[in-house]
């Protein structure tokens, strides 16, 4: 299986967040930040393998700041680390005020994937090229991330 560069992984969805995302205080709910985290992620993790991709987990998610009905809700998603059958994709949620033109940084996840065949088993994906120091230093925190997974798996079994 020919190994793919991180960046043919790499997507961005934009989305204006409107009353009808929003809560009584006019934040737009965790809930559809979190369903968008996992489009974009899960939209990474296909482009990779060019396969279905199914959620298997998330790495806590932290909102750092709100979201407000009117804000630019940008979501940028690319595969941090490929295994024999799951993916890891880093998940960047950002909001502009369109008016003001301010950037915000509003929370970094980690989700996890599982690649799937036709017959909706697990399934092969390709290697990952990691260009760039950063790329490599996220590839190896992700290493680390699974590692710890499944450390705290076995302890739960």
Same mark, same amino acid.
């Given at each position: 299986m020919q190994a793919k560069p991180i960046s043919e992984s790499r997507v961005m969805l934009t989305q204006m967040m409107g009353v009808q995302d929003a809560n009584n205080l006019g934040n737009v709910h965790g809930g559809i930040i979190m369903k968008l985290c996992d489009e *974009?992620?899960?939209?990474? /993790?296909?482009?990779?393998?060019?396969?279905?991709? @199914?959620? &298997? +987990?998330?790495?806590?998610?932290?909102?750092?700041?709100?979201?407000?009905?009117?804000?630019?809700?940008?979501?940028? *998603?690319?595969?941090?680390? /490929?295994?024999?059958?799951?993916?890891?994709?880093? @998940?960047? &949620? +950002?909001?502009?005020?369109?008016?003001?033109g301010v950037v915000t940084h509003t929370n970094t996840a980690y989700f996890v994937y599982v690649a799937l065949d036709d017959n909706g088993r697990p399934a092969p994906v390709p290697p990952l090229i990691c260009e760039t120091e950063a790329e490599r230093v996220r590839y190896a925190a992700a290493e680390a991330r699974r590692a710890r997974?499944?450390?705290?798996?076995?302890?739960e079994a």
């Open positions: *974009a992620g899960g939209i990474a /993790a296909a482009k990779h393998a060019r396969r279905p991709a @199914v959620t &298997v +987990t998330v790495d806590s998610m932290t909102f750092l700041n709100p979201v407000h009905i009117g804000d630019l809700l940008t979501v940028e *998603a690319e595969v941090t680390w /490929a295994g024999r059958t799951s993916l890891e994709t880093r @998940v960047v &949620v +950002t909001t502009e005020n369109v008016l003001s997974r499944l450390r705290e798996a076995q302890r």
